[in-house]
């Protein structure tokens, strides 16, 4: 595989590896994701090493009531219902039974496609569909009732600009994230390729800029279009967790919902999302070196601004095209830029980054000023005539 190829260049102090995905032939449009039925309603007991469950989400257990005199036409409604949500309804998501997870990472013997102090991952298949499994620990008592509801949010994102979960079953004190497998490599081995320095899939300012407009419009997605009228935080941002897919070389966020699943964030007062420190003797917490924000390095609380400054330390990585504020532009964009529009960008990426919280600016605001630089880039690429350095290979060169 392509990906394979791509080496990482670092270590983190904490690595999470992307989940890659399956193709969807179209994010944006509802009526092309079909729906798969679920048979069995979830268990009301806590979830171990011998019980998990598919479920019916509430939403779509029931469709309609009808009264005693008419069955038979409630026969046909029924049947025209269920033929609407396999068309419009994207697909449910799985509290998956143990033993098919165990089955499809061959009784977790099968070789980890990633692995890290606080995660590991294996590339398989379930229910004939490619798939990411990611074993994490939970960091509070989760049951069957409380991880069906926390799917049930999680699950309603559908953006392009995510890579989609698909469920998750809990043992013990370990909960498997199943997520969707997409084809690419990570923003970081795509930027740094250790085999030749030289190169990089991203060779030109077009498809920079597009990764930058990807990555702000799936952060404010999880920030503010969910609609669940709480904040919502990622708590997972950094270069390493950004799928670039191929061909087309569009961005996708990894590990949206694992903050929410893991028991990393809980709602607090107002409706706000705060992490809390671990419980161990140590208060450690998790977080990627360079990647953290001055706040959370101090109090171990996570909001969403800690997520602004994780996307701020991106940005200047996507420009430097190695670990930020080593150098200001990358030279392997040979010159061919519109030196405007990058010194907007390396302003907004420093905006991002300040040590005050108050001051940082929100993600609405980010991805509005990238739509408009986005556009100018655009112009500016129409200007210079068509630009003739693209790969549609991530393989190393």
């Known amino acids: 595989m392509l990906f394979s190829m791509c080496k990482s260049k670092k270590k983190m102090l904490k690595q999470v590896i992307e989940p890659e995905s399956l193709h969807l032939p179209s994010a944006r449009s509802p009526s092309s994701r079909k729906s798969k039925k679920t048979l069995q309603n979830s268990s009301s007991t806590p979830l171990d090493s011998g019980s998990t469950s598919n479920f019916i989400l509430p939403s779509t257990a029931s469709t309609s009531t009808f009264n005693k005199g008419s069955w038979k036409s409630s026969v046909s409604s029924r049947n025209s ?3 609407i ?16 997870i165990s089955a499809a990472t061959n009784s977790f013997f099968l070789k980890p496609h990633s692995s890290s102090s606080s995660s590991t991952a294996w590339r398989c298949s379930i229910r004939d569909q490619p798939v990411i499994i990611f074993q994490r620990r939970l960091r509070r008592h989760t049951d069957t009732s409380q991880l069906v509801e926390q799917l049930s ?36 081995d795509c930027l740094i390729n250790a085999k030749n320095p030289s190169f990089t899939v991203l060779s030109n300012w077009m498809s920079r800029i597009r990764v930058a407009s990807d990555i702000a ?12 009228g709480f904040d919502f935080v990622h708590n997972h941002i950094h270069s390493s967790s950004i799928i670039i897919e191929e061909p087309l070389l569009n961005a996708k966020i990894c590990h949206f919902g694992t903050a929410e699943l893991c028991g990393e964030v809980t709602r607090v007062n ?28 101090m109090s171990g609380i996570m909001t969403q601004k800690c997520d602004v400054y994780a996307f701020g330390v991106v940005i200047l990585e996507l420009l430097s095209g190695m670990e930020a504020l080593r150098m200001w532009l990358d030279r392997r964009l040979n010159d061919s830029y519109p030196v405007e529009v990058v010194e907007k960008l390396t302003r907004l990426a420093l905006d991002c980054v300040v040590d005050d919280p108050e001051i940082r600016l929100d993600m609405g605001k980010v991805v509005v000023r990238i739509s408009q630089m986005f556009l100018e880039s655009q112009n500016w690429s129409e200007r210079m005539g068509t630009v003739t350095d693209i790969t549609v290979s991530i393989a190393p060169r």
């Open 217 to 228: 419009h799936g952060l404010d997605y999880v920030h503010n279009s969910m609609g669940l």
């Open 85 to 100: 949500r396999e068309s419009v309804l994207p697909e449910q998501p799985h509290v998956y039974d143990l033993q098919e």
């Open 153 to 188: 949010v999680v699950c309603r994102s559908h953006h392009s600009s995510l890579v989609k979960l698909k469920g998750a079953s809990i043992s013990g004190s370990c909960i498997y994230l199943v997520y969707e497998y997409v084809q690419g490599a990570s923003l970081a």
């Open 270 to 297: 107002e409706g706000k999302k705060e992490l809390k420190i671990s419980d161990s003797k140590s208060k450690k917490f998790e977080g990627t070196r360079g990647y953290m924000a001055p706040e959370f390095q």
């Open 81 to 83: 219902l269920s033929g």
